[in-house]
């Protein structure tokens, strides 16, 4: 045990320095830092301001050891990144994925405080994240490792200082055993609102399975308005069907779109007759993808997003629309689900294009906007029907696409730099009013 324990900095150390692999050599917090710059000069912000945004005021990276099934110790890698609590209390994920970096959780944190400001919640931002592959691990194994990870960042989250809740590849199962193990630590009494995406049994709201897609349906519908797209006669291409793609095109399907394209991690499948949603889920919960669905053809997760359609929908992770593949993207219209999956150089080559990009921290924020009826509920000890959360939901999404809208007409830039942009002044309003202490 002992000469394990010596090898665990050794590991923790290579996993935090490590860098990003595969399709995600480009570093999403380079990414995050470049939009700050962009919005910085729109709206003309100083440099100690920029430079107080431009850092996560903390992050925690925590060594997780946890007692595998074959009775081994493993030590998984954690972070939490607090980004900026000038307007609330941090907000944001917990994600699962052998990807996950210090980079990612610091850019994942900066985009929650800029969906919170565009949202208009009383929230911050902050993300959290594990180094793991959630898919290789038994159940037990993945409980195990949540309670230590929820033991290890306990101190730094709480329901009025940082409030966390599912991402990538987590969902209500982890939210319970957060909620559980940190009510036991903190005082030994049920907080339902340390935490949010619980289920319904905990304090778990109405709506908030959907919510991510149908926020993203809301700004789809109103960017066909400003578009002039009819919704009966779209079609859609929706890349990655975890919890927010497979709401995203149940929604659009809902409105009158047809689902000409979706995939997950194995593949995707396209049937240019259209695909059936609630067919394909169905699919996927047999067989584990949406690849053999019955009638389709199969395609390639980089072929999904050049597909002929009217509104692309990427679901997945970062970095999927680069510089090397934006000029064949044909969709009028993409709405991002999955945090970052769009460069800056490809936002520009989208922009020249005419295409109208619904930047992920307006197009995914119905997530947080139903995680915050969810607190309210919690704090107030109520239940709210799922027809008042859809329709608060509703409310908020299509005014906080009007924001940006009408900053991006102010300022004649793309909806990408607008949204960003509106952040920016919201949160640096927040700070300048809250002013500097001590
Ligand atoms: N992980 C989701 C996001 O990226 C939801 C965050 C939350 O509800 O706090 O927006």
């Known amino acids: 045990m002992y000469i394990q324990h010596l090898n665990i900095s050794d590991f923790f150390l290579n996993s935090i320095m490590s860098e990003p692999t ?3 050599t480009i570093n999403p917090f380079s990414v995050a830092l470049k939009q700050l710059d962009e919005a ?6 100083d440099k100690g301001m920029h430079d107080v945004l431009a850092q996560p005021k903390r992050i925690l990276i925590v060594s997780i050891p946890t007692r595998m099934d074959n009775d081994e110790i493993h030590v998984f890698t ?6 900026n609590d000038a307007r609330g209390p941090f907000k944001g994920g917990i994600r699962y994925h052998p990807q996950v970096s210090i980079d990612e959780v610091k850019a994942l944190s900066m985009w929650m405080t800029w969906k919170c400001a565009i949202a208009n ?4 931002g902050g993300k959290g994240g594990i180094i793991c592959n959630p898919k290789q691990m038994s159940t037990g194994e993945l409980e195990r490792m949540t309670r230590r990870y929820a033991y290890a960042i306990a101190d730094i989250i709480g329901p009025h200082t940082d409030i966390p809740a599912p991402d990538v590849y987590t969902g209500g199962k982890e939210m319970s055993w957060i909620m559980d193990t940190y009510s036991a630590l903190k005082g030994n009494f049920v907080q339902p609102e340390v935490i949010t995406g619980k289920p319904l049994a905990i304090g778990g709201s109405l709506g908030r399975n959907e919510a991510t897609g149908r926020g993203l349906s809301f700004t789809v519908r109103e960017a066909a308005k400003k578009l002039g797209i009819n919704l009966r006669a779209a079609t859609v291409a929706v890349q990655g069907f975890g919890n927010a793609g ?19 991690s194995q593949g995707g499948i396209s049937n240019k007759n259209g695909i059936s949603i609630g067919s394909a889920r169905a699919h996927k919960e047999k067989t584990g993808s949406v690849v053999g669905f019955p009638g389709s053809n199969s395609i390639s997760n980089e072929e999904i997003l ?7 929908v990427p679901a997945a992770l970062e970095n999927q629309i680069t510089k090397n593949n934006a000029a064949n993207v044909s969709a009028k219209l993409v709405a991002e689900a999955a945090n970052g999956p769009t460069t800056p150089e490809a ?17 995914n924020s119905g997530g947080v906007t139903v995680s915050y009826f969810e607190w309210l509920q919690n704090l107030r000890r109520e239940y709210w029907t799922e027809e008042q959360v859809n329709s608060m939901l509703d409310k ?13 007409d102010k300022y004649q830039v793309n909806m990408r730099n607008a949204s960003i942009a509106l952040a920016v002044g919201r949160v640096t309003e927040a700070i300048k009013t809250r002013g500097l202490w001590p």
């Not at 910085?40 to 912000?45: D, T, V």
């Open 78 to 83: 954690g972070f939490r990144s607090q980004h």
């Open 396 to 408: 908020k999404m299509t005014e906080a696409f009007s924001d940006v809208y009408d900053t991006h």
């Open 22 to 24: 595969d399709n995600n």
């Open 40 to 45: 910085s000069k729109i709206i003309g912000i």
């Open 121 to 124: 919640i009383p929230y911050g």
């Open 246 to 264: 497979q709401f995203a095109a149940q929604l659009l399907e809902e409105m009158g779109a047809k689902v000409v394209a979706v995939s997950d």
């Open 347 to 363: 936002d520009e080559i989208l922009h020249k294009n005419k295409i109208m990009v619904i930047p992920d921290v307006l197009a």
């Open 306 to 312: 050049e597909t002929d359609c009217t509104i692309l």
